[in-house]
């Protein structure tokens, strides 16, 4: 089954432990089959750090070749990744988008090197990106 994810973005009052809640936009990349699912999914996951309002923002369909989640790591880092075929003479790249978890950008490229294997690929960008998590379906 072809995973399916989508970006949420909810805005919330975040309980930090201390006596003064946060506001907070926060993002995260949730699988699901359609978007009460993920929502629903989305809220269960964080709803224990919820004090008051909550609102989802936005929710869109995410496209991703692929990630790499390290709960050790600080940062997620988003990759365009150029996939590369060649048939005879002619040379063909498609652009795809690959998430690494990883503490730095040098750690970001190792880990999306290790995870391609013998693909013949080419990174063209790692940028950092916002995402809080992505959320798995059970």
């Not at 973005?9 to 089959?33: A, H, M, S, W």
Request: glycine share 6%; net charge negative; aromatic share 10%.
């Amino acid at each position: 089954i072809h995973m399916i994810f989508y970006e949420l973005k909810i805005n919330y009052t975040r309980q930090t432990g201390e006596d003064n809640p946060k506001g907070v936009t926060e993002t995260y990349f949730v699988e699901g089959l359609t978007v009460a699912d993920v929502e629903e999914r989305l809220l269960g996951e964080i709803q224990k750090y919820i004090s008051g309002e909550w609102e989802i923002k936005s929710c869109k369909q995410v496209q991703m070749l692929d990630y790499v989640a390290n709960p050790a790591a600080n940062y997620w880092y988003k990759a365009r990744v150029e996939l590369i075929t060649i048939d005879g003479e002619k040379e063909t790249r498609k652009a795809h988008n690959f998430y690494a978890e990883a503490d730095n950008i040098t750690e970001a490229n190792k880990v999306i090197h290790q995870a391609m294997g013998n693909e013949d690929f080419e990174v063209a960008s790692i940028t950092r990106t916002k995402l809080m998590d992505i959320i798995r379906a059970v």
